[in-house]
């Protein structure tokens, strides 16, 4: 597909510009263009308790290279459309962005969502229009809850090198919130074997907070790792996706980039089948 028929037909309308364009308000909200696509897969069945799942593997994404972007698709965007693969609860875009040096996301709008960033190596410069200008590189952890509106950009802040990061939109549990932003540096000394929180409903809570039910935690395991995951809340499942080697969650075994949820069950078994890097998204089922 050609770049300008990408930038046409982008979910956002301008989610693919290149810096320095101007964007135009979308004719229909951020949360209402992703709720249009929202059915009934993965949503819980009340009436049934035993435990339910759904895989993704990395080799199914969506896939879209445009030269400077490089993603891969676990739900649907853009371009890309399943219709069995729309949300998981509330947990509605999980991006997986390859950004070419000098390039980036020119100036767009959102409103009424939780976008969170995780870079995964590289730095990538936010600017937005309330003010903030910040770089976040691999260890830091970026939200943004968009809230009644606002625009921003994100830029590979190298010109050579390539920045890759995780691009990951929820659902927020109140609509109409004061736009905010936030980022924290994770601990380079923090202990293996672990997972550690990054993210929750809780501002007095360890790593940056949304407005929405929602707790994300990454863990760094060895080969031997063994565990018991215990979900948070009531009526939420996670949704587990492998950034770097091998694992086997519920008797489901995993590779790089594999996405597995579960749900209708209190707690996960985790074993790492070799070293391995780890994300839990622990997300409301309903929305």
């Not at 993965?42 to 799942?53: A, C, G, I, R």
């Not at 990395?58 to 949300?87: I, M, Q």
């Not at 229009?129 to 509106?149: L, P, R, Y």
């Amino acid at each position: 597909m050609k770049r300008k028929q990408f930038l046409r037909q982008g979910i956002l309308g301008a989610a693919g510009l290149t810096l320095g364009a101007q964007a135009t308000k979308a004719s229909k909200s951020t949360y209402d263009q992703l709720m249009q696509q929202v059915g009934f897969n993965h949503l819980p069945n009340k009436e049934v308790k035993t435990m339910k799942t759904v895989l993704h593997q990395a080799a199914t994404r969506g896939h879209a290279n445009h030269g400077w972007l490089d993603s891969h698709h676990t739900f649907s965007f853009a371009n890309y459309y399943n219709p069995e693969r729309t949300h998981f609860g509330v947990l509605r875009v999980l991006n997986d962005d390859v950004v070419a040096g000098g390039s980036g996301f020119g100036r767009h709008p959102h409103d009424n969502m939780e976008i969170i960033s995780i870079p995964l190596a590289g730095a990538l410069e936010h600017q937005d229009s309330m003010g903030n200008t910040a770089v976040i590189k691999q260890g830091d952890v970026q939200v943004m809850s968009a809230g009644t509106g606002v625009f921003h950009s994100e830029k590979n802040k190298d010109t050579k090198e390539e920045v890759r990061f995780l691009q990951i939109w929820m659902f927020p549990r109140e609509k109409g919130v004061t736009p905010r932003y936030d980022q924290i540096t994770l601990p380079e000394n923090a202990p293996k074997n672990q997972f550690q929180q990054v993210l929750s409903p809780d501002p007095n809570d360890a790593g940056v907070w949304v407005h929405q039910d929602a707790w994300f935690h990454i863990g760094e395991l060895d080969a031997d790792y063994q565990g018991t995951y215990q979900i948070k809340k009531n009526g939420n499942g996670v949704y587990v996706f492998v950034l770097e080697g091998s694992v086997n969650i519920a008797g489901q075994p995993l590779g790089k980039r594999d996405g597995f949820g579960i749900w209708d069950t209190e707690s996960i078994d985790i074993q790492a089948t070799t070293d391995a890097r780890v994300l839990l998204m622990d997300v409301p089922m309903s929305i």
